[in-house]
T-cell receptor, first 114, second 113 residues
């Protein structure tokens, strides 16, 4: 079975500062990894995904993540935080492509200080 | 393309009642998955339907059921509602064949009193 660990429930950064949200996964087979963002009273929006190939993946809104198999990690970064980045972020893992079940981490709330 | 739509957006039910939630996937998508989101348990997978067949199922009691129609629209039903069923229910659609992204709807907020 697969699982996702997102350490900490809340991260606060200043506007313009680096954003780093951590995600570690456990999977017995090569995983597919995702980051989703959720704004208040909304559904989830896909930020980026790793399936195969390049381990550094770029997503929307300036976010990127690097798949590190040796560390079983898929941390999300953004060089410069913007106020509009304040939201809840979820890391998720899937073990197959055609079978769409996602296993999510607990989520991290990102606050951005002016 | 229109996104995933869910109806209703908000629902208040009494313990013991049953409820049906609806999801219309993105046009052309054949897979619909359902998730329950609560503050305590986070996001949990309920089930997935592909071409009218349940393809995968999470660890929820039999009170939770679903179905998918030939036009890929899906419904989920919860019978004999309990207070703990209060949650945001999210529907996600994907093409369903070797495609990894899931696209989520805005959710239905169910409150059980």
């Amino acid at each position: 079975a697969q699982s996702v660990t997102q350490l900490g429930s809340h991260v606060s950064v200043s506007e313009g500062a680096l954003v780093l949200l951590r995600c570690n996964y456990s999977s017995s087979v090569p995983p597919y990894l995702f980051w989703y963002v959720q704004y208040p009273n909304q559904g989830l929006q896909l930020l980026l995904k790793y399936t195969t190939g390049a381990t550094l993946v770029k997503g929307i809104n300036g976010f990127e993540a690097e798949f590190k198999k040796s560390e079983t990690s898929f941390h999300l970064t953004k060089p410069s935080a913007h106020m509009s980045d304040a939201a809840e972020y979820f890391c998720a893992v899937s073990i197959t492509g055609a079978n769409s079940k996602l296993t999510f981490g607990k989520g991290i709330t990102l606050s951005v200080r002016p | 393309k229109a996104g995933v739509t869910q109806t209703p957006r908000y629902l208040i039910k009494t313990r013991g009642q049953q409820v049906t939630l609806s999801c219309s996937p993105i046009s052309g998508h054949r897979s619909v998955s359902w998730y329950q989101q609560t503050p305590g348990q986070g996001l949990q997978f309920l089930f997935e339907y592909f071409s009218e067949t349940q393809r995968n199922k999470g660890n929820f009691p039999g009170r939770f059921s679903g179905r998918q129609f030939s036009n890929s629209r899906s419904e989920m039903n919860v019978s004999t509602l309990e207070l703990g069923d209060s949650a945001l229910y999210l529907c996600a659609s994907s093409p369903g064949t070797e495609s990894y992204e899931q696209y989520f709807g805005p959710g239905t907020r169910l409150t059980v009193t």
